[in-house]
């Protein structure tokens, strides 16, 4: 495509800047840079100078930087927030003030993106070329906050060249293994590029590697550590957050309570003002579409999450099990569905054996495929399904909306279905539910 025939919509756009480059994924910041400053986006570069926190970590990082976006909103500053993926709109990963960007400006960025692009005579990557956007957008918008998500690692991550004033590594867990490396502490030195000289840094899980103890003493970053330098007890209507400074007595929020910890640590380690009421109004409001997500939909219990790895479905059991129990507490009859399907890169077999280990009086798996180059068959998922979860039932489907409208079909009111494995899965189910237009998810 020449530059006479750019592209005109969101739509035309995706496809046109998927297909610019070699790979969907391609490590490295080389050709990034001159972009980055021919756009002018580089922090040193931008007259309206902003606090930016920059989030790494295997899982975790979507509730995470959500958090501290929200609370940053409550305090009354411009607040910018990068994510990634989505689940249905491609919108959904820029966000000012929690609301999505609109397509008109959407455009313009990728059509300034573009512009630099082609001046700087380089091919750009899908992620890099949209991320590129973003921050464009950020800089036009003059935001006071910017929150930004790693895609993928963080050293070579094209997220990278903002240096951060905060950085966030919310865990370490193998995924990813072809891009960042088979054990972690060959990943741990991958996320722990984000760490900048002299600058705070959360790091939110008991075990750290030894590659990013060594990168914080290199660089010698402040370094704020989960059960050491704070910890969390969860009640039954509350929960209380505890550093060396001070105690708060907080409301749950919707999300898994260690990336609470892990947003308020780094929102008390910034030089922001921020009180503590607007920490709870964010944790009150703070909403994260695909992550525990509960939904009442045509009278049945679902919930989504996107949880696609081991680390990923510690946390979504943590909280579904004390939730199913109680859901048999009140209502003995109810049965327990699964929708169900992961890309073929994810490591299905040991998410499968966690989910068995719980022994889950499951009534059915409705597997189908995902609609994605990288999806697993469901023939190999069904026989996976079977060597883990040897006396399930299976319901197996040419897509996931064949998966959802055989569910929706069999589940009866008092059921609960929980649709994991993947942002794809959610993503297609809830095209499949009629939910595209849910402001959660646009």
């Known amino acids: 495509m020449n530059h006479t025939a750019l592209p005109q919509t969101i739509s035309e756009w995706l496809n046109y800047m998927g297909n610019i480059h070699v790979s969907a994924i391609d490590m490295g910041l080389d050709r990034v840079l001159p972009v980055a400053r021919a756009l002018g986006i580089l922090k040193d570069d931008l007259p309206h ?22 609370i940053c909103t409550q305090a009354g500053y411009k607040t910018a927030l990068y994510q990634s993926p989505h689940l249905v709109s491609f919108n ?8 999505d960007i609109n397509d008109e400006l959407l455009i313009k960025a990728f059509n300034a993106c573009e512009k630099a692009r082609t001046d700087c005579h380089v091919s750009l990557s899908f992620f890099e070329m949209t991320t590129l956007s973003a921050f464009w957008i950020f800089k036009e918008l003059k935001c006071d906050v910017w929150v930004l998500e790693i895609g993928l690692g963080g050293r070579l991550d094209v997220v ?9 590594i919310t865990n370490i867990g193998i995924d990813h293994i072809e891009w960042l490396g088979d054990d972690r502490e060959k990943i741990g030195f991958e996320k722990a590029g984000i760490i900048r000289d002299d600058m705070p840094v959360i790091y939110g899980e008991h075990d750290m590697p030894n590659s990013v103890s060594q990168i914080i003493h290199d660089k010698n970053a402040k370094c704020y550590h989960y059960d050491k330098g704070f910890i969390y007890q969860a009640h039954d209507k509350h929960w209380t957050y505890v550093n060396g400074a001070i105690t708060l007595d907080l409301p749950k929020p919707n999300i ?43 009278n049945k219990q679902w919930i989504f999450d996107v949880g696609h790895n081991t680390h990923g479905i510690q946390f979504l059991m943590d909280l ?38 719980f022994d889950l009086p ?8 995902i609609d994605n180059v990288r999806a697993v068959t469901v023939n190999e998922l069904h026989t996976k399904i079977a060597t883990h979860l040897p006396n399930s039932t299976v319901y197996a489907h040419d897509s996931i909306a064949q998966a959802v409208a055989s569910v929706e079909t069999q589940a009866g009111h008092d059921d609960v279905i929980l649709c994991f494995g993947s942002f794809h899965t959610i993503g297609e189910s809830l095209i499949a539910l009629g939910l595209a237009n849910d402001p959660r998810t646009l």
């Open 49 to 70: 100078r902003p606090y930016v926190f920059t989030v790494a970590g295997t899982n975790g990082k979507g509730s995470t930087t959500a958090l501290i976006s929200e």
């Open 92 to 99: 959904e990963r820029i966000k000012i003030n929690g609301t």
């Open 160 to 168: 990278n060249i903002i240096n951060p004033d905060i950085g966030v």
């Open 256 to 298: 898994a309570l260690i990336n609470a910890v892990n947003a308020i640590s780094a929102i008390l380690a910034s030089e922001l003002d921020i009180s503590m009421d607007d920490i709870k109004n964010g944790l009150s409001h703070v909403k994260l579409a695909g992550r525990f997500d509960k939904r009442m939909i045509n």
């Open 320 to 357: 579904f099990v004390p939730f199913w129990q109680n859901i048999k507490d009140t209502c003995p009859t109810a049965k327990l569905h699964f929708v169900f399907s992961m890309l073929a890169d994810k490591d299905i077999d040991d998410v499968l054996a966690f989910i068995g280990a």
């Open 362 to 369: 499951i009534c059915a798996w409705h597997i189908g495929k």
